[in-house]
């Protein structure tokens, strides 16, 4: 490869620029010859506005990147070496169906998990698998590397009905508890090391290392007595209950408090319901504003408004990523890939998130073996959630979508499954073609 071809699906986001921001940092390692923004025609709009600050940007470093906007996704696609995608099918107003509805029941309403994720994964698998097929026809020899939310269920589609084997998910999660245990610990983010496992938003430490020493429970001691803290600007800052955090023995990510802390968190979230409507309302007001920013012709750097959303960051875990595989670095980086064995309690051709060494050949998940019995049993539900939401997804399979449904931890009750199914399809019935509604 002499200069790079990468493609971003869904190129009109607003996070664009932080992509853009990680790909001019990592020229000299990482030379991109061209990078294509691609969107559908309602996102024209935002894609031109992102667009020219992206242009702006690479002009203001003075690299020689091209920056292609196109409507056209094939033509995008043409011998690209690698593809990110970091959709949104059906925009923020289908995010805010995701989360109102649920919230309105009384249930949690929340963008990747329960009910509102698995609404959101029913959208975007089919499209995700439509582009594996223009991509196995259109530039074989490509990564896929997936943002595109719930990474979990939607790595684990692909990977089962996907049409190529080069698929990556990718979360700023665990790039986020590497800084911030490197925040607590007051330490340059390159000393930690964290040995991952689980699934997307469900991951946890299960060693952290400062210089090579294993210093977990030193963390989880400073978790304790440190006020409380978030990897993610999306999810509130609570303090964990010491005791549990003890016996954990872990280090838990921020998305575990839906599950560990399921009443503190649905109150929580139904008096900022109450108050202000849901977060994808909140983060639509954000939007405005930053395209307000992006619009003004003497911008020509990434703003750090944007650092207030909670995907903040995930581009220097892509760029990693990318820069790892084209150079074969063999580091140790975290990403949503088959398990392949590596941890013992899920299917083999499962998608776990885990510590990976990645080298040309793609990731190569670390041996684990079996997960500490105080995560093992709700990684195994989750994953269950996982396989039957791809499942529906990918086959229009309503029967397997309530189950996925009534089995996740967030609902766990047939009636309510059944309600709440029902009334999102509805709603959603435009994106969701391949169910008949029952
Ligand atoms: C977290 C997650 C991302 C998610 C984001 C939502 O950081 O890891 O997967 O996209 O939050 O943030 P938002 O600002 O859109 O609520």
Redo the contacts with the bound molecule.
């Keep these: 490869m002499s200069g790079l071809k990468i493609v971003t699906i869904g190129g009109g986001s607003s996070y664009t620029p932080e992509l853009v921001e990680g790909f001019i940092k990592r020229y000299n390692e990482l030379p991109i010859k061209e990078l294509w923004l691609v969107d559908i025609e309602d996102g024209k709009e935002k894609l031109e506005i992102v667009g020219e600050l992206a242009k702006r940007m690479v002009k203001k470093a003075g690299l020689p990147i091209e920056i292609h906007l196109t409507l056209d996704r094939r033509e995008a696609l043409k011998d690209a070496d690698f593809v990110t995608t970091q959709l949104r099918v059906g925009l923020l107003d289908a995010r805010i169906k995701d989360e109102r509805i649920p919230l309105s029941h009384g249930y949690i309403g929340q963008?990747?998990n329960g009910a509102g994720g698995l609404f959101k994964g029913l959208r975007t698998i089919p499209v995700l698998i439509d582009i594996t097929k223009e991509m196995k026809e259109l530039c074989p020899n490509a990564w896929l590397i997936n943002?595109t939310?719930p990474?979990g269920m939607v790595t684990e589609a692909l990977l089962k009905y996907g049409a190529i084997d080069k698929v990556i998910g990718l979360?700023?999660?665990p790039i986020?508890l590497e800084k911030s245990t490197a925040k607590l610990l007051g330490v340059d983010f390159n000393r930690i090391r964290i040995d991952f496992a689980g699934l997307n938003?469900m991951v946890f430490g299960l060693n952290i290392y400062l210089d090579g020493n294993l210093v977990t429970k030193n963390v989880i001691d400073k978790i304790i007595e440190s006020d409380a803290s978030s990897e993610?600007?999306?999810?509130d800052e609570v303090k964990w209950q010491k005791e549990f955090l003890q016996g954990l023995e872990v280090l838990p990510c921020s998305?575990s408090k839906y599950y560990f802390m399921k009443d503190y968190m649905l109150n929580n979230e139904l008096e900022k319901f109450n108050a202000n409507g849901t977060?994808?309302e909140?983060?639509k007001a954000?939007e405005s504003e930053l395209f307000e920013l992006y619009k003004d012709p003497n911008l020509d750097i990434k703003p750090p408004q944007l650092e207030?959303?909670?995907?903040?960051y995930?581009s220097d875990a892509a760029c990693r990523l990318i820069n790892s595989i084209y150079n074969d670095k063999g580091d140790i980086q975290p990403v949503d890939t088959r398990n392949k064995g590596a941890i013992a309690d899920l299917d083999y051709n499962s998608a776990v998130e885990v510590s990976c060494i990645i080298t040309k050949d793609g990731p190569k998940p670390i041996t684990i073996g079996h997960l500490p019995v105080q995560i093992r049993g709700l990684i195994q539900q989750i994953k269950s959630f996982e396989i039957l939401g791809a499942k529906a997804a990918a086959e229009g399979d309503y029967n397997a979508g309530l189950v996925a449904m009534t089995i996740n931890p967030l609902v766990q009750s047939d009636k309510a499954a059944k309600i709440l199914f029902d009334e999102l399809l509805e709603a959603h019935k435009k994106y969701l073609p391949k169910f008949e509604l029952k």
């Design positions: 963008e990747t943002f939310n990474v979360c700023n999660v986020g938003h993610v600007k999306n999810i998305y977060r994808a909140v983060v954000l207030e959303r909670g995907g903040a995930y």
